[in-house]
């Protein structure tokens, strides 16, 4: 979501036995990032990863498209027949820059030729969108973009997927958060036209609470819930990928302590039936992969607000933030 440069990218600390992910035989997608502490991650638990998706390409305003996958990376995730499908950022996820690239049909056109032949130069399974940032009063454009970005690639003989933010119920709700959400974070995506045009959404379950909301827990089990059984209602569940996110907000803990938390999402995740199981990160910078991880927070912490900004209202006052977490990794069937 908005802090999620870091956040979504390099790998778990905890990892479920190997006979564990055997027996789930759900599709398990790594993001990576090009860092080195995330290669050695990625060499350890290789063997683990069905879909491997780098974080190496980034989207300007004119369309243009830069970045480059290391070769180490490359050459391991073929040598274990990993499928490569690296996603693209806009640039610094910053709104004006977005909103001119989606104005702008040739820089969008550029963009889309851009992906075909990267994939066609290197042999990738496809490519993701990690666009975020979206205006609400873009949301036809950027459907438009993604759409004929799908059939450009579907044509091509490659996959296409999205990276969409959460969301529980339709509209902003009673807050002035949801307010902001709704305008910039959740309303420029049309679920349904991108579940149809694309292969599969990675729905970002977590930053359930962050600095602008009152404390609670980052993705807690009643709210993960929630967001899945909205997305299901517009997305068919092989094409849902479940992801969890280990942020770094030390907001209260969920209710239920590590190992029933461990069973209660396999459980949520196997009785939606949702075939996908993205792999999230650790912006602490180590660990390993698996089916999904989550989050287990800090008790009775609220993180600080910068010096000069109103705050929102229900907001949690300034404390002193511990960026430390602990998470845990889960498995899901198909």
């Known amino acids: 979501m908005i802090n999620r440069i870091l956040a979504v990218i390099v790998g778990a600390a905890c990892l479920l036995p190997r006979a564990a992910v055997a027996q789930n035989a759900g599709e398990r997608l790594f993001y990576y990032v090009d860092r080195e502490d995330s290669y050695n991650s990625l060499v350890k638990h290789i063997d683990q990863i069905t879909v491997l998706g780098p974080q190496v390409y980034v989207i300007d305003s004119l369309g243009i498209m830069w970045g480059a996958l290391d ?27 977005l909103r001119r690239l989606l104005a702008d049909t040739v820089a969008r056109n550029r963009a889309i030729t851009s992906m075909v032949t990267l994939c066609k130069a290197n042999d990738y399974w496809g490519i993701q969108f990690d666009v975020e940032n979206i205006n609400i009063a873009d949301r036809d454009r950027f459907t438009q973009w993604y759409s004929d970005a799908a059939r450009a690639l579907h044509k091509a003989g490659y996959k ?24 910039s974070w959740r309303g420029g995506y049309d679920i349904p036209a991108l579940a149809k045009a694309g292969d599969f959404i990675s729905l970002m379950t977590y930053s359930e609470h962050t600095r602008r909301t009152t404390p609670g827990p980052v993705a ?39 190992g029933e938390l461990h069973e209660r999402i396999s459980q949520l995740v196997m009785g939606l039936r949702i075939r996908r199981a993205t792999r999230c990160a650790d912006n602490l910078g180590s660990g390993a992969t698996g089916s999904i991880c989550v989050l287990h927070c800090w008790r009775n912490q609220r993180v600080a607000v910068p010096r000069g900004r109103p705050r929102v209202q229900g907001e949690a006052r300034p404390r002193q933030v511990e960026k430390r977490a602990r998470i845990l990794s889960l498995g899901a069937r198909s």
């Open 71 to 97: 070769r180490r990376v490359d050459a391991l995730a073929r040598k274990h027949g990993v499928k490569i499908m690296p996603l693209f950022t806009n640039e610094g996820f910053q709104q004006p820059g």
């Open 220 to 258: 807690g089990l009643p709210w993960t819930k929630e967001a899945l059984e909205y997305f299901l209602r517009f997305v068919p569940p092989e094409k849902l990928s479940l992801l969890r996110g280990t942020l770094v907000y030390p907001v209260r803990c969920d209710r239920y302590g590590p």
């Open 160 to 183: 296409i997927s999205i990276a969409v933010v959460h969301k529980t119920e339709e509209g902003a709700g009673p807050t002035a958060y949801g307010r902001f959400m709704e305008d």
